[in-house]
């Protein structure tokens, strides 16, 4: 059974950093594509960032600031969030799904498995 469980959400300051955390259980990360995506109320689900064994993705709104890295000890999906703008403010899903991130660039597209969301809000 695959979970996904997120954390590290949290307040902050516009500038400021957070590093969010998916902590995956039943998936190995080398058949896997592990991501994050975002949801705003009123707005469209957005794919924020993708890891695979073959590629990484990152949508353009987040490109420079926000990097994704996967550490297999611990089967552990970190998003490193720098230099956060009040638009980044939403709730992130961490999520999973076999094979590779090229699904990422497909419009509503939705992987087979979620977790339950952090909170993240970049407020002054």
């Not at 058949?31 to 990484?56: H, L, M």
């Not at 550490?71 to 799904?97: G, I, Q, S, W």
């Amino acid at each position: 059974e695959v979970r996904l469980a997120e954390s590290g959400g949290g307040l902050v300051q516009p500038g400021g950093s957070l590093r969010l955390a998916c902590s995956a259980s039943g998936v190995t990360f080398d058949d896997y594509a592990i991501g994050w995506f975002r949801q705003t109320p009123g707005k469209e689900r957005e794919g924020v960032s993708c890891i695979s064994s073959r590629d990484a993705y990152y949508a353009d709104s987040v490109k420079g600031r926000f990097t994704i890295s996967s550490h297999d000890a611990d089967n552990t999906v970190y998003l490193r969030m720098d230099d956060l703008k009040p638009e980044d403010t939403a709730v992130y899903y961490c999520a999973a799904e076999r094979g590779t991130c090229r699904p990422y660039y497909r419009h509503n597209y939705a992987p087979a498995y979620w977790g339950q969301g952090t909170q993240v809000t970049v407020s002054a």
